[in-house]
């Protein structure tokens, strides 16, 4: 029989279940990002409607998601690579950490009357940001692997490795400090203890372990293993002093050559979304309505100075560290806000009597706060900054003219003029991406800088000696624009133009190209007969199904040119060849098409007379 407080809990349940359902999807549809849904859902749940109060407790349990969150970025980091980031996490990182908090702790002193060891505390937590929030925003928006992601991500990580001489200096904050040191000396050598013991573990235990449950095939065992690994890991780092997401991140990191990689991220990930997801909706529901109705206006000023000290101290850093502007400015606009850990250095700084509880529940609010508007700095960077622009050289044409000008360098047209010069024909390229065309020369490529849509690059490369022009690009609206170029301006020359896709090639037919070939449907044909003569066909079938299935499409196009684009559905497909019984060779198979469009087949065997 059930508890008599299941009920509850399923209640609270379906409650957390339906709010994200609705808020996530909502405000990502409308372009604010589901971190900021979750917070939404979590405030009307919560403080709003009170129908669930217990948001602290609902916290302590999915800040698991920030732990499943670290241990999968430590399986996308190899040490190699993590090496190559150790000047930004103990360089930019060190410097955000130490001079942010000075800099809040001398704000906090003068401008809000803290007294000193009060401002520290404050000062320092405050200066730590969200991990779960900014690389949660960083992932929905496909930037975590860009340069200012890499920035943001090192600085992150130097953060969660600070929370540890941080919670060791706040005893020396507290009003009685009677201690002579040896207690931290011990806690010290600890962490460095139980940080050996993990990277031990994953050195020498871990795979062997994976090995072995993975020999036996039980699903669920490995699902279980990974789990256990990473609360594990948490764990012990937590016992330690140390944070529980920097243990899973070090298991991460000792599993990410394994071969297990891709399976323990698959185990993992459903529970990281949706506890990462809880968490968010956690912070919303512990977020003290009456703390910012009684305090508004300190809470009004303190969350836009807040987030305008950090990024502009950022901005600074990572300019005098190197970095460029934009990128400057991005990583400035994703680490503005404060950090879940800042929560953990209040609530020890209230038990140790270095500030009162009220002073701790504004500042909490504050974290909130700043939290919430993350994803909104975010999207203000498009418009402080523009997209990256691409590299430009300078366009020099010495010697450019040949048989053949090919506009674009892509894979498609990298192969095709391997072709050409197999052949001994003379190709001039042209593409606009300066990184294409250094790489291409050092091949000995005869390739220039230039944007085919110009007429005078056009003219310039030598279109008017080329017999053929091959339009290579790869974006549909930029090979249409070359090719409305060179049919208005240049008439006599033919035009080979690389289609996107089938719509695409009834267009470009429809235009009046000499010829025109599907970026895919080559490959796709041969990828279709290796795999069908893999499955045991014979080859001289597989190669008359492979030319009926061209002609089919050929024939199709036609209709289509005609009739539209959805005519000529009934020759989709072919009518499936049975093998006949082994029997005793008559001759040798061969295939026709009949009038209707199906495949008959010769018998290629008789069956032996008794």
């Known amino acids: 029989m059930a508890g008599g407080g299941a009920p509850g809990l399923y209640t609270e349940a379906v409650m957390l279940l339906g709010g994200a359902v609705i808020a996530a999807p909502l405000f990502k549809r409308i372009g604010l990002g589901t971190v900021l849904g979750y917070l939404a859902a979590g405030i009307v ?13 609902i916290l302590s349990f999915a800040e698991l998601g920030v732990v499943f969150l670290l241990f999968i970025i430590g399986l996308e980091l190899k040490p190699s690579r993590l090496w190559t980031l ?29 007294e000193f060891r009060a401002a520290v505390a404050i ?5 730590l940001s969200s991990t779960a929030f900014a690389l949660q925003v960083l992932e929905e928006r496909g930037e975590i692997n860009r340069r200012h992601g890499r920035k943001s991500f090192a600085i992150l990580l130097f953060q969660d490795l600070a929370i540890v001489p941080l919670l060791a200096l706040l005893p020396f904050l507290a009003p009685a400090v009677a201690d002579d040191g040896g207690n931290h000396l011990r806690d010290f050598l600890v962490a460095v203890a139980a940080v050996a013991a993990l990277l031990f573990a994953g050195r020498f235990l871990l795979n062997p372990l994976f090995q072995i449950i993975g020999n036996t095939g039980a699903r669920e065992a490995m699902i279980a293993a990974a789990l256990l690994v990473v609360i ?65 206006l300190a809470i009004l000023l303190a969350v836009p100075v807040l987030m305008g000290v950090k990024a502009a101290i950022v901005y600074v850093l990572c300019r005098l560290f190197g970095t460029e502007h934009d990128v400057s400015v991005r990583t400035a606009l994703i680490l503005p806000q404060g950090g879940e850990f800042g929560f953990v250095l209040f609530s020890t700084a209230v038990a140790m009597g270095i500030f009162p509880l009220e002073t701790a529940s504004q500042l909490v609010s504050v974290v909130t706060l700043s939290m919430a508007l993350t994803p909104l700095s975010v999207m203000l960077g498009r418009f402080v900054v523009r997209d990256e622009k691409p590299e430009e050289m300078d366009e020099d044409f010495k010697d450019a003219g040949a048989d053949v000008l090919m506009v674009g360098f892509s894979r498609f047209g990298q192969i095709a003029s391997q072709i050409l010069l197999s052949g001994g024909s003379d190709v001039t390229i042209i593409d606009h991406s300066a990184d294409r065309v250094r790489s291409a020369q050092k091949f000995g490529f005869r390739i220039y800088f230039g944007d085919g849509t110009r007429k005078d690059v056009l003219e310039a490369a030598g279109i008017k000696r080329a017999k053929i022009v091959a339009v290579c690009t790869q974006k549909k609206e930029i090979t249409d624009k070359i090719v409305d170029l060179v049919q208005s301006e240049y008439p006599d020359a033919k035009l080979f133009v690389r289609s996107y896709d089938r719509t695409h090639t009834l267009e470009l037919r429809a235009r009046g190209v000499d010829y025109e070939m599907r970026e895919t449907f080559k490959s796709g044909l041969e990828f279709g007969k290796r795999t069908l003569a893999e499955l045991g066909t014979p080859e001289d079938l597989t190669q008359a199904i492979a030319e009926d299935v061209e002609k089919r499409d050929a024939a199709r196009l036609l209709i289509q040119q005609a009739e539209g684009i959805h005519a000529g559905g009934d020759m989709l497909h072919t009518r499936p060849v049975t093998p006949e019984p082994l029997v005793k060779p008559r001759r040798e198979a061969k295939v ?4 209707d469009g199906a495949n008959t087949a010769e018998p290629a065997f008789e069956e032996e007379t008794q």
């Open 45 to 57: 749940i919560g403080p709003i409607g009170r129908m669930i109060t217990e948001g602290e407790e």
């Open 86 to 114: 150790r000047s930004d996490i103990f360089g930019l990182g060190l410097a955000q950490v130490i001079i942010t908090g000075a800099v809040l702790t001398a704000l906090a002193n003068t401008l809000a009357g803290f």
């Open 123 to 127: 000062g320092f937590g405050l200066s």
């Open 232 to 296: 594990g890991s948490a764990l012990m780092m937590h016992v330690a002093g140390l944070s529980m997401a920097m243990g899973a991140f070090i298991a991460g990191v000792m599993l990410a050559e394994s071969s297990y990689r891709h399976e323990l991220e698959a185990d993992i990930e459903p529970f990281r979304g949706l506890l990462l997801g809880l968490f968010f909706m956690a912070i919303g529901m512990s977020l003290q309505i009456d703390v910012i109705l009684d305090n508004w």
């Open 592 to 595: 026709y098409v009949t009038g």
